[in-house]
């Protein structure tokens, strides 16, 4: 245990996610270490993150204006949907390069240990997309990410 400040910024790092203790204390000292110009930096970033950043009100994604700019772009083909469950999933995608379709991010994966059921994640907005838009056909995801396939509209008889 440190005297004060440093142990309760020890503290907070821990907090984060994949940051054990000897992690946090290291970061820790780096900050103590660091110009405070840099401190200062990040400092504004991490207020700037909490000030702009929200989720896009079509597919979930991170986002800095109501729809993100994936949702945002007109050559994104409409037809085909990926379900993915976070942010980084997309981020992932994309760099292939090979995906030209929209997404929408679900926000985690159903884990009933955590507490986390269909209700936690954005799973309804998910079955309201596929109607509105009209998915004929989804497919099962090689990963826990799920693909779904949406194609034109076809109309079923009654
Ligand atoms: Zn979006």
């Known amino acids: 245990m440190y005297e004060g400040i440093i142990q309760e910024l020890i503290d907070e790092l821990g907090r ?22 840099d401190v200062n930096r990040l400092v504004e970033v991490l207020r700037l993150v909490k000030e702009r950043v929200k989720f896009c009100t079509q597919c979930f994604n991170v986002a800095e204006e109501d729809e993100c700019k994936i949702c945002r772009d007109p050559r994104r083909d409409p037809s085909v949907l990926c379900v993915v469950e976070e942010s980084k999933d997309v981020v992932a995608i994309e760099k292939t390069r090979e995906f030209r379709g929209k997404y929408h991010v679900l926000g985690g994966a159903i884990s009933p240990i955590d507490g986390i059921g269909p209700e936690q994640l954005k799973i309804r907005e998910l079955l ?16 826990p990410t799920l693909r ?11």
């Open 16 to 37: 984060l996610p994949g940051i054990g203790p000897k992690s946090a204390q290291r970061i820790a000292f780096h900050i103590v270490q660091s110009e405070r110009v």
């Open 128 to 143: 309201t997309r596929l109607a509105d838009e009209r998915i004929m056909r989804s497919s099962s995801p090689p990963t």
């Open 148 to 158: 779904v396939k949406r194609r034109q509209p076809i109309w079923l008889a009654p």
